[in-house]
């Protein structure tokens, strides 16, 4: 299931990019979803591969930070799904997990993620690689 946060995009300075997060652990896509828009992205969370699928196709985010350890498909199957349709060749995806050794994050790079981030995620970090994805279109 996928929701969007109420407050999401009603800060000073919001920077009006959408940023999908895909986390079968709640608690971390809430708490991060929180942190990024304490910086100005509208946020929605999804919280299984087949969720995160439908997510991105309805709300066309810039960025996808997506788990690879999900249950049933993986993050390496739902960024290649994602890839394969027209709105996600345009996505920033963003492997945000627990493995982050060269293989895994060789793997990552194969399977269509632009970056690759190993939990617990820095926020600092996490902001600055926003910042150097440079400004964001509209979708």
Do not use: C
């Amino acid at each position: 299931m996928a929701q969007q946060s109420p407050t999401a995009g009603n800060h000073p300075g919001t920077t009006g990019r959408r940023i999908l997060i895909v986390d079968d652990n709640r608690d971390a896509a809430i708490s991060l979803g929180m942190l990024l828009e304490l910086s100005g992205y509208e946020i929605e969370t999804a919280y299984d591969g087949s969720a995160s699928i439908d997510a991105a196709a309805r709300y066309q985010p810039q960025v996808i930070l997506l788990d690879i350890g999900l249950p049933g498909l993986d993050g390496y199957e739902v960024a290649r799904r994602m890839r394969s349709e027209p709105w996600g060749k345009q996505a920033t995806l963003v492997a945000v997990t627990g493995w982050g050794q060269a293989e895994d994050r060789e793997r990552s790079k194969a399977a269509g993620f632009d970056a690759h981030l190993v939990k617990p995620v820095d926020h600092d970090a996490l902001v600055k690689l926003l910042a150097e994805l440079g400004p964001f279109s509209s979708v």
